[in-house]
C-alpha cells in the first residue's frame, strides 16, 4: 500500500503540497470514491484511480525496450552527445523517474542495439550480477575475412576463455568462456533490420558471452588479430530486440517478456 501523494507525486502530478491542492479542486476518485486526504492508501497493483474521469496508469515497476541508435550515449546527462534518456518522451522524465529509471548494461556510444530500462533494481541485480551468468549475444561486422581453420580457432579460444588485452584503464584480463558463431548472409541482413550500418561486410560473427568487462567484445577479437567495425546487442537473457524498432525507438515490454526475465 502506497499514500495516494506519494505515488501522484512519482507520477509526476508535482510535489506533496502540489497534490493537496490537486485534492481540493479536481474530482479524484479511488474505486468510485473521493478521496480528499493526501494519506489515503492505495494498492497500485488492484485499485483504480481516476483524476476528472481519466484513469491513471500506476505504474509499480516500468520495463522498456530500446534499439539504441549510434552516436548516443548511455547517461542520464552529457554535455557533449545526445544521451539515450533524451529520447524517451516527457512521461519518462518525472523527478521520480529521473532518480529510479535506470539502464540494465550500457553500450558504447557507437554500438546499437538492445537497451533495458526499468526501475526495478532487484531485476538489474539479477541479470548484471556475474553469479547469473546471463547471456547476451551480439552482431559483429569484423574488418578481415576469416577463413574456415581460422574460424575454428577463434572458436576454441573462445570456449577456453580467452586472455583480452589491457585497453585504457582496464588491465589484461580472462574472459569467462563465451560462444561464436558465423551466420549466413540472411541471418546477418535479419540482424541488420533497422540499424545504421551501410557498409560492406567482409565477415560477420554472432557472439554470445556471459559477462560485461569494458569494451570486452571490441578487445576479444582484437585478440585474435581482427577488428569489430560495427556491433549491435541482439539479446539480453531471453529478451530479443523488437525488429519493429528503428534505431533510436523503445516500447514498454510485454508481460510475457517481462516474466522472462524475472523468473
Known amino acids: 500500500m502506497e499514500r495516494i501523494d506519494k ?40 485499485d483504480i484511480l481516476k483524476i476528472n474521469e481519466e484513469q491513471i496508469d500506476l505504474h509499480q515497476n516500468i520495463y522498456l525496450m530500446m534499439n539504441k541508435i549510434e552516436n548516443t550515449v548511455c547517461s542520464n546527462k552529457d554535455g557533449e552527445h545526445e544521451t539515450v534518456f533524451d529520447l524517451l518522451d516527457e512521461k519518462y522524465h518525472t523527478p521520480y523517474l529521473q532518480e529510479h529509471l535506470h539502464i540494465v548494461g550500457r553500450l558504447d556510444i557507437d554500438t546499437e542495439g538492445l537497451l533495458l530500462f526499468t526501475t526495478d533494481g532487484a531485476l538489474t541485480h539479477r541479470l548484471i550480477s556475474p553469479k547469473s551468468h546471463v547471456t ?24 577456453k576463455g580467452i586472455i583480452i588485452p589491457p585497453e585504457d584503464n582496464d588491465d589484461e584480463v580472462q574472459c569467462l568462456p563465451a560462444s561464436v558463431t558465423w551466420p549466413s548472409e540472411k541471418e546477418i541482413q535479419k540482424h541488420l533490420v533497422n540499424s545504421s550500418y551501410k557498409g560492406n561486410i567482409p565477415d560477420a560473427a ?58
Open 7 to 46: 505515488l501522484l507525486s512519482h507520477e509526476g502530478f508535482g510535489s506533496r503540497k502540489d497534490i493537496k491542492r490537486l485534492l481540493r479542486t479536481e474530482d479524484v476518485f479511488v474505486n468510485n470514491t473521493q478521496i480528499f486526504d493526501p494519506g489515503f492508501l492505495i494498492n497500485p497493483e488492484s
Open 136 to 159: 547476451k549475444t551480439y552482431l559483429c561486422i569484423l574488418e578481415k575475412n576469416e577463413t574456415e581453420q581460422s574460424r575454428k580457432n577463434i572458436e576454441a579460444q573462445f570456449e
Open 206 to 263: 554472432l557472439l554470445t558471452i556471459f559477462e560485461g568487462k569494458y569494451h570486452q567484445v571490441k578487445r576479444m577479437f582484437r585478440a585474435v588479430n581482427n577488428k569489430v567495425i560495427f556491433l549491435k546487442r541482439i539479446t539480453t537473457g531471453s529478451l530479443k530486440l523488437a525488429p519493429s524498432l528503428s534505431p533510436g525507438e523503445y516500447r514498454e515490454l510485454t508481460k510475457d517478456e517481462i516474466l522472462s526475465l524475472v523468473k
